[in-house]
């Protein structure tokens, strides 16, 4: 098929049995979970992500972490995403979890927090922006744009800027999820969302990890300032690389720095 995934992540999203999940509401969840008896991890992906984008970090603490890879549903604000995620771990009987969240996932994991304290024992926020208009000078987040455009135009100018993109494994994952994994209408109502994102309130949570990259072209170090300031008592992590997309393009020092938030 046009767009292949790169083998690691065929092979790794073959061998998951995939769920879906439902609270009620026309949303629908889609999740793997390895199902062990350990400490719960959960991958919250970006905008541009379904469970499987997540799979380098999967793989590396499945052997140590229950872990659950999540695609949540598109077009939800972040009230509706926290209560439908607290909703799936309730129906798992999953205590309180480490969160992992990255972009618009980080982004509205706060919410998640703040709403379900106790289902949170630990929470990184990384590669995240305060609100929409930290993303409002990118063609791809232009919320009139976006507000009337079909789907099809916004998967059109997606796969126009991806593919203007080199010729490496990011742009190859990247083409893949746009294509084959996420529905051109759950992308869409993701990125609405993203660029009407409102600020929220900070999370209050124990083991508070705000992390970001010095290479990360969609948000630049003014972002990446306005974040952190918003947490000060957080652990930060700096990563040198990474871009926008540290778990696909350096996962090395990303699994790194999160073993070290999960056992300390």
């Not at 976006?146 to 997606?158: D, I, M, Q």
């Not at 952190?228 to 990474?242: D, I, K, Q, S």
């Given at each position: 098929m046009?767009?292949?995934?790169?083998?690691?992540?065929?092979?790794?999203?073959?061998?998951?049995?995939?769920?879906?999940?439902?609270?009620?509401?026309?949303a629908?969840?889609?999740?793997?979970?390895?199902?062990?008896?350990?400490?719960p991890?959960?991958?919250?992906?970006g905008?541009?992500?379904?469970?499987?984008?997540?799979?380098?970090?999967?793989?590396?603490?499945?052997?140590?972490?229950?872990?659950?890879?999540?695609?949540?549903?598109?077009?939800?604000?972040?009230?509706?995403l926290?209560?439908?995620?607290?909703?799936?771990?309730?129906?798992?009987?999953?205590?309180?979890?480490?969160?992992?969240?990255?972009?618009?996932?980080?982004?509205?994991?706060?919410?998640?927090?703040?709403?379900?304290?106790?289902?949170?024992?630990?929470?990184?926020?990384?590669?995240?922006?305060?609100?929409?208009a930290?993303?409002?000078?990118?063609?791809?987040?232009?919320?009139a744009?976006?507000?009337?455009?079909?789907?099809?135009?916004?998967?059109?100018?997606?796969?126009?800027?991806?593919?203007?993109?080199?010729?490496?494994?990011?742009?190859?994952?990247?083409?893949?999820?746009?294509?084959?994994?996420?529905?051109?209408?759950?992308?869409?109502?993701?990125?609405?969302?993203?660029?009407?994102?409102?600020?929220?309130?900070?999370?209050?949570?124990?083991?508070?990890?705000?992390?970001?990259?010095?290479?990360?072209?969609?948000?630049?170090?003014?972002?990446?300032?306005?974040v952190?300031?918003?947490?000060?008592?957080?652990r930060?992590?700096?990563?040198?690389?990474?871009?926008?997309?540290?778990?696909?393009?350096?996962?090395?020092?990303?699994?790194?720095?999160?073993?070290a938030?999960?056992?300390?």
């Amino acid at each position: 098929m046009p767009h292949e995934p790169p083998p690691a992540l065929a092979a790794w999203s073959r061998e998951r049995e995939w769920q879906r999940f439902t609270d009620g509401s026309p949303a629908v969840w889609r999740f793997a979970d390895n199902r062990r008896e350990a400490p719960p991890l959960v991958l919250l992906p970006g905008a541009l992500g379904d469970a499987s984008s997540a799979w380098r970090i999967a793989e590396a603490f499945d052997a140590e972490r229950r872990v659950i890879a999540v695609s949540y549903p598109g077009g939800c604000d972040a009230v509706a995403l926290a209560d439908g995620l607290a909703a799936l771990l309730q129906a798992l009987e999953i205590g309180p979890a480490a969160v992992w969240g990255s972009s618009y996932g980080a982004w509205w994991a706060q919410a998640f927090a703040q709403r379900h304290p106790s289902r949170v024992a630990a929470l990184w926020l990384g590669n995240t922006f305060v609100d929409g208009a930290d993303v409002a000078a990118s063609p791809l987040f232009d919320a009139a744009w976006l507000a009337g455009a079909t789907s099809e135009e916004v998967l059109a100018r997606w796969d126009a800027a991806l593919s203007a993109r080199p010729d490496d494994p990011l742009r190859a994952v990247q083409l893949h999820l746009l294509h084959h994994t996420l529905p051109a209408a759950q992308l869409h109502g993701r990125l609405r969302q993203v660029a009407q994102a409102p600020a929220l309130p900070p999370a209050a949570t124990a083991r508070l990890v705000v992390s970001d990259c010095a290479d990360d072209p969609t948000l630049g170090p003014a972002v990446r300032e306005r974040v952190r300031a918003r947490y000060p008592e957080a652990r930060a992590v700096h990563l040198p690389n990474g871009g926008h997309y540290p778990h696909i393009v350096a996962p090395g020092p990303l699994v790194d720095a999160m073993r070290a938030w999960l056992t300390h």
